[in-house]
């Protein structure tokens, strides 16, 4: 007679033994679905913006991208899009970016470093040969002119891109700085009521800031005239490459914003706005092809409205190449 088998034996090895194998009709519903995610994940567009980190207002962009991103995730805009959102100290870094801004800060300074970590040649190479989409703030917008009024002997290196000449520190001293509710009328394209801002106003902060004193005509080598000019420095002439990069080069500077006279000019002068000082109609935000410069912190002030507009048109540009 053979042993009885011991129940608690039989238990024990039934809960060992492999599960059996789910039915044909699982297995290709289980296939199916993996398919459908790896095709979805390999449909998904990356862009990559970078904000260069070597100085200033950098962490305030990335917050206001990511902000942005989100609300672009709500709607239809996203078209698939996976936004990356990366600091920029090196070229390397750089050379991943789809898109760049250079933000707020002291454009000397930032000037000064990136050409001692050996990123400003890359940065030019960038904005000007590869014209990819760049925004400059406040003292990025200074680094992205042609022309800008010098302020020190040495030690201020101009990028370029933007046919413009550029008037530093054109308020006045950090204790004169202000702000100033602007009407953008090309943010209304962006977005649905919120994004009008005949209602809704862009408060904007202005810190020691730059304005546009003049529109260059387009050169295909360095502006020679404001060159002439003294107490002023021209950004290199650098040359695109590509049929698309080379097609940007003729376009003319568009005039994006301009300071209403309402807006209060400086702190100390109580009652006084930019009309009484002589600054209303100053040029504040400008584009030129895949160049945005605007003279104010948008970054600053929790709005992420001007980030929504410029990701959308840095989507369209990146997914058209």
Do not use: Y
Request: net charge negative; hydrophobic share 40%; glycine share 8%.
């Amino acid at each position: 007679m053979q042993p009885q088998a011991n129940s608690r034996c039989m238990t024990r090895a039934a809960d060992d033994a492999p599960p059996p194998p789910p039915p044909p009709s699982a297995q290709t519903e289980s296939r199916s679905s993996c398919e459908t995610l790896n095709n979805f994940r390999n449909d998904m567009t990356t862009i990559t913006i970078g904000v260069l980190a070597l100085q200033g207002a950098f962490s305030e962009h990335i917050q206001c991208l990511r902000q942005a991103a989100s609300f672009l995730s709500s709607t239809n805009a996203q078209q698939q899009i996976a936004w990356n959102f990366i600091e920029v100290r090196t070229p390397e870094q750089l050379s991943s970016c789809d898109a760049l801004i250079l933000p707020g800060g002291e454009s000397t300074t930032i000037s000064l470093v990136a050409a001692r970590s050996g990123i400003l040649e890359p940065l030019r190479e960038f904005v000007k040969v590869q014209r990819k989409p760049v925004w400059g703030t406040c003292a990025g917008l200074i680094l992205l002119a042609e022309s800008a009024n010098r302020t020190k002997q040495t030690g201020q290196e101009l990028i370029g891109g933007l046919d413009v000449r550029v008037n530093r520190n054109h308020f006045g001293r950090q204790v004169e700085s202000f702000e100033a509710a602007l009407d953008l009328p090309f943010l209304a394209s962006a977005g649905g009521e919120e994004f009008e801002t005949s209602k809704k106003p862009f408060r904007s902060v202005f810190i020691r800031a730059p304005v546009v004193e003049k529109l260059l005509e387009p050169q295909p080598g360095i502006q020679e005239l404001q060159a002439k000019l003294e107490d002023t420095v021209i950004a290199p002439s650098k040359a695109p490459e590509g049929e698309k990069a080379k097609a940007a080069t003729g376009v003319k500077v568009e005039i994006m914003a301009k300071l209403p006279g309402r807006a209060k000019a400086l702190q100390e002068r109580e009652g006084e706005n930019a009309r009484d000082l002589g600054e209303e109609g100053d040029i504040v935000a400008v584009r030129q092809g895949n160049v945005f410069g605007t003279s104010f912190h948008p970054e600053l002030t929790g709005d992420a409205r001007i980030h929504v507009w410029w990701m959308q048109q840095v989507m369209e540009a990146t997914v058209e190449k």
